[in-house]
Antibody, heavy 118, light 106 residues
Framework: DVQLLDSGGGLVQPGGSLRLSCVVSGFNFSTSGMTWVRQAPGKGLDWVSSISDSGAYTSHAGSVRGRFSISRDNSRDTLYLQMNSVTADDTAVYYC???????????WGQGTLVTVSS | NVLTQSPGTLSLSPGERATLSCRASQTVTSSYLAWFQQKPGQAPRLLIYGASNRATGIPDRFSGSGSGTDFTLTINRLEPEDFALYYCQQYATSPRTFGQGTKVEF
């Protein structure tokens, strides 16, 4: 079975940092592009970042560029999202999903909640 | 590429047909358009990719159509478990974008 396990969310103060992780199993992680998508409370889905299978190519939404960084460790089947200088607008459930660069997001993690508040 | 979904809410009964629209501000190349279903407290679930291809395990009452800038998700004979939020997404260009969602309610 395909599984994506998001973790690392929690309460963080404005201006603080957090690192999200997504451990995958059930498919070949090293040949799959990956994506982070977030959903603010009661709102729709917003693309955050994507990374190619090798990690050589990354892209970020304008709202997080320069503050968030997507990365991966193919030896550990793990995707990361480093979140720095967070603001209240970053409060959301963050989902990792398989698929990037011309591929649909076909498998999703269960989501991890990030709350930015003092 | 901004995606606009309509209607915002669709009020239907089990057994009826639902027709959801997704209009793009620019052509979605290669018909890289997907539809997702989301229920409260759950992650989105891929229903349709490539505008008209059903994802693995998706019942055939779900169908997608369209090309260019106009796309449609049709749900024939609504089942009780189909009442949910539906999003379209284009994954042809970066940033990949989502529509704002259509709620199908009973």
């Amino acid at each position: 079975d395909v599984q994506l396990l998001d973790s690392g969310g929690g309460l963080v103060q404005p201006g603080g940092s957090l690192r999200l992780s997504c451990v995958v199993s059930g498919f070949n992680f090293s040949t799959s592009g990956m994506t982070w998508v977030r959903q603010a409370p009661g709102k729709g889905l917003d693309w955050v970042s994507s990374i190619s299978d090798s990690g050589a190519y990354t892209s970020h939404a304008g709202s997080v560029r320069g503050r968030f960084s997507i990365s991966r460790d193919n030896s550990r089947d793990t995707l990361y999202l480093q979140m720095n200088s967070v603001t209240a607008d970053d409060t959301a459930v963050y989902y990792c999903a398989r698929g990037a660069r011309g591929h649909p997001n076909d498998y999703w993690g269960q989501g991890t909640l990030v709350t930015v508040s003092s | 590429n901004v995606l606009t979904q309509s209607p915002g809410t669709l009020s239907l009964s089990p057994g009826e047909r639902a027709t959801l629209s997704c209009r793009a501000s620019q052509t979605v190349t290669s018909s890289y358009l997907a539809w997702f279903q989301q229920k409260p407290g759950q992650a989105p679930r891929l229903l349709i990719y490539g505008a008209s291809n059903r994802a693995t395990g998706i019942p055939d009452r779900f169908s997608g159509s369209g090309s260019g800038t106009d796309f449609t998700l049709t749900i024939n004979r609504l089942e009780p478990e189909d009442f949910a939020l539906y999003y379209c997404q284009q994954y042809a260009t970066s940033p990949r974008t989502f529509g704002q969602g259509t709620k199908v309610e009973f």
